[in-house]
């Protein structure tokens, strides 16, 4: 949610800022703001409502000059997206942004006012300005003065704050919330992500949990939350970033569709022998640690939960071990039972996500043998605080919607069920089929590729519609979910999904010509229940949109559209169904003419509860 970037350098650094921003748009995207001091100590701070763009206009219209500043783009949380509200936020001569949630703003606010503070936000953030402008009364600098501060907020913060009166620094903040300081030569960054800092750089430093960090244009300088200075690792970063080129494609969620088979080879790449996963893949230990597992615990959220379910139905029937999935904003809230020898296996594409990282550290402290997160951002909070991790090696995702993140985390997923299914009863030959089936993965995508004209004819269908009802069995069930969550966040239809074996207990009753059903229908041993499922449908007056397998042979009718998806292995059908859905409900969204890549509402990666 919220992204931030910073700077202190010689040179004027507002353009910087503002494409930092743009870069960081699709965490968050109801305000802007920038503010930058020059070497006078004046100050120009600018805010806007809306996106980016409107910043950047605002920016171009109004001189602003500065080689020091500091930048927010903005998902409210407190207070409404309004001007007022936007980011970075004043107390006198401070001026911070932040992401995250201060809990106790409240009470701080109470106390804040009686000592003569005056508000003009609603904003949690805005106690931070003036806590920190209290602290510098007595504390000797900006950094003491932040150090104090960060002792009286509870919550979730990744802080940048400046003192007009000062501008040879700022001095940043994390706890909860993602910071990365970008090394320049004579000049140096921060930022809540590293896409926003590669044009000027390619060395970074990942701030840990509680670190406060000053920085100059010539220095660094990290303390831990004890105060103590400490030194972090300096990381060369190759992630490669085209974020201004979405080349022939309208949006950047239909290039990352078109990107799943080149992903695919990436994820795959190196890890696979001929006939079985190579032991290294899953980093130093993992064999040894794999041997031990005889029960996984997957937790995440949303599309990565979707596929943890899909992971569950490969690690019991393929992998012949238990496994739970659980939905991470519920699993750390609860007291649950550790199974003996259980491996907490974490997914995410930005390895930030508030839920899932409380779960991971919750876990920790539970027993588990071991943790694995299967993850899209190196350097993320998951990465560095798991056991083992497994990288997905998508290339950035920017469309808010997750697909190709998705797709590899589900090959991330298959392959650890090879791993883990070695030590279980995996036979050498079916390592080997499996092996075989992903490795003809990114072909058969293309293949599934080739379908896009027909699912934009039948995209047409969905333009008056308000509900949709997805349908699917086994492993094609969680395919469904995510089917359904696609549709929702980028069209704003309402869809639900449901085992197809439960139709009839229920969701039967809202069936109607008004209602598209889309059921997902590789021809598997499911295949017979399931299409007596669509009977079900068909006899009530349904609209049915299959996708299916040639062989299963569906006929499209008048109450019923069918399009043929490549045959493929049983374990890859989760994989190659889902591209079609997706490709739906780009589509419907297209017709509705909503902000694909940056739906309402939405940010790409939650960092808070
Ligand atoms: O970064 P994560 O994978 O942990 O994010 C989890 C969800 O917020 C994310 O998958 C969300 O559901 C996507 N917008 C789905 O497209």
């Not at 993320?380 to 990288?391: N, T, W």
Request: aromatic share 6%.
């Amino acid at each position: 949610m919220c992204g931030i970037v910073g700077a202190v350098a010689q040179r004027d650094v507002v353009d910087i800022l503002v494409e930092g921003l743009r870069r960081l748009e699709y965490r968050g995207y109801d305000s802007a703001g920038v503010a930058v001091v020059n070497a006078s100590g004046e100050l120009t701070r600018l805010r806007r409502l809306g996106k980016v763009k409107e910043l950047a206009d605002a920016v171009a219209a109004t001189p602003a000059t500065g080689g020091t500043g500091i930048a927010h783009t903005r998902w409210a949380t407190h207070g409404e997206p309004s001007e007022r509200n936007a980011h970075p936020h004043l107390s006198s001569n401070i001026t911070v942004v932040h992401n995250g949630i201060i809990e106790n703003h409240s009470p701080l606010r109470d106390d804040l006012k009686a000592k003569g503070y005056v508000f003009t936000s609603d904003t949690d953030t805005e106690v931070i300005a003036h806590l920190v402008e209290e602290e510098l009364k007595s504390a000797g600098s900006l950094l003491a003065a932040v150090q104090k501060t960060v002792k009286q907020l509870h919550g979730a913060y990744g802080t940048v704050l400046l003192d007009k009166t000062d501008p040879s620094r700022v001095v940043v903040a994390r706890s909860g919330s993602p910071l990365v300081i970008g090394l320049g030569i004579g000049e140096n960054f921060i930022a809540s992500d590293q896409l926003a800092l590669l044009p000027v750089t390619r060395r970074f430093i990942f701030l840990e949990e509680g670190d406060v960090a000053e920085i100059t244009r010539h220095s660094v300088s990290i303390f831990d939350s004890n105060g103590n200075a400490v030194e972090r690792e300096v990381h060369e970063s190759n992630v490669s970033y085209d974020a201004g080129d979405k080349g022939q494609y309208r949006h950047f969620m239909l290039k990352e569709i078109y990107e799943q088979p080149h992903a695919i080879n990436n994820t795959l790449e190196g890890r696979l022998s001929r006939d079985s996963v190579l032991d290294e893949t899953f980093g130093n230990g993992a064999a040894e640690l794999f041997k031990k597992v005889k029960h996984v615990q997957i937790v995440a959220c949303g599309t990565s939960y979707h596929s943890g379910m899909v992971a569950r139905y490969w690690l019991e029937s393929l992998g012949g071990i238990s496994c739970n999935v659980e939905i991470a904003s519920e699993f750390r809230y609860r007291k649950s039972f550790v199974q003996p020898n259980s491996l907490l296996v974490s997914i995410s594409q930005s390895g930030e996500t508030a839920d899932t990282l409380a779960a991971l550290r919750l876990a920790k402290e539970a027993g588990y043998v071991g943790s694995l997160t299967i993850c899209n951002v190196a350097g993320s909070s998951l990465v560095r605080e798991s056991d083992l991790a497994f990288m997905t090696r998508a290339g950035a995702e920017i469309g808010v919607a997750s697909t190709k993140a998705f797709i590899t985390q589900l090959v991330g997923l298959a392959m650890l069920t090879l791993a883990i299914g070695k030590y279980n009863g995996l036979t050498d030959a079916q390592q080997r089929e499996l092996t075989e089936a992903l490795q003809s993965l990114p072909g058969k995508l293309e293949q599934t590729l080739a379908l896009a004209p027909q699912i934009e004819a039948l995209a047409e269908e969905f333009a008056d519609k308000h509900h949709a009802l997805f349908l699917g069995r086994g492993d094609q069930y969680p395919i469904a979910m995510e089917g359904a969550l696609k549709l929702k966040e980028i069209s704003y239809i309402h869809a639900e999904a449901y085992a197809a074996g439960e139709l009839k207990h229920g969701p039967l009753a809202l069936i109607d010509a008004q209602m598209p059903i889309i059921v997902v229908a590789p021809n598997n041993d499911l295949l017979e229940k399931l299409k007596s499922n669509v009977e079900e449908v068909r006899a009530r007056g349904g609209i049915l949109y299959v996708f299916a397998d040639a062989d299963a042979r569906f006929q499209s009718d008048a109450t019923m559209r069918v399009i043929n998806v490549p045959h493929v292995a049983d374990i890859l059908a989760p994989i190659v169904y889902t591209l079609p859905l997706q490709l739906l409900s780009y589509y419907v969204a297209i017709i509705k003419g909503t902000d694909v890549d940056q739906p309402r509402n939405l940010a790409k990666s939650v960092t808070v509860e």
